[in-house]
């Protein structure tokens, strides 16, 4: 019986080494991706069971009519003023062509913020101001 390392020689050798190493290979990552799947499974049925044992997802709530901003007539209140502080900042933000169709208290629902150009601008100012220019 020959040694191992006599049988794979020359290019015949190589060819069925690297068959061998790519087939572990690529079993390996079928066996990673089985096991995630797996995991994905087992948890959407433990969600399920938490919620009940339904099928189905629950139906979304309908979402709240918007409120549209009406022009204050009494001098004493601050909507007035807030409002007009609320459109300064969207202008200041977005420039003049910018319009508010509608304003409505957001206690009640979460809204993720949007926007923020202007703070991501002057995040990159800040964080490169001490970098120096020497390099050109």
Known sequence: MNPIHEQIEGVGGAITMSIIAFSVVFLVLGGLSGI???????????????????????????????????????????????????SAAVAAVEGPGARITSVRPCGAVAVAPR??????????IETLGG??????
């Not at 099928?55 to 918007?66: C, K, L, N, S």
């Not at 926007?115 to 990159?124: A, M, T």
């Not at 970098?131 to 050109?136: A, E, G, Y």
């Open 131 to 136: 970098l120096s220019r020497d390099w050109k």
């Open 36 to 86: 995630i799947y797996g995991i994905k499974y087992m948890a959407s049925a433990l969600e399920r069971k938490k919620s009940g044992g339904s099928g189905t997802a629950p139906a979304p709530a309908a979402p709240a009519p918007a409120v549209h901003a009406a022009p204050v007539a009494a001098a004493g209140t601050d909507k007035g003023r807030l409002l007009a502080v609320i």
């Open 115 to 124: 926007g923020g150009l202007e703070w991501k601008r002057v995040g990159i």
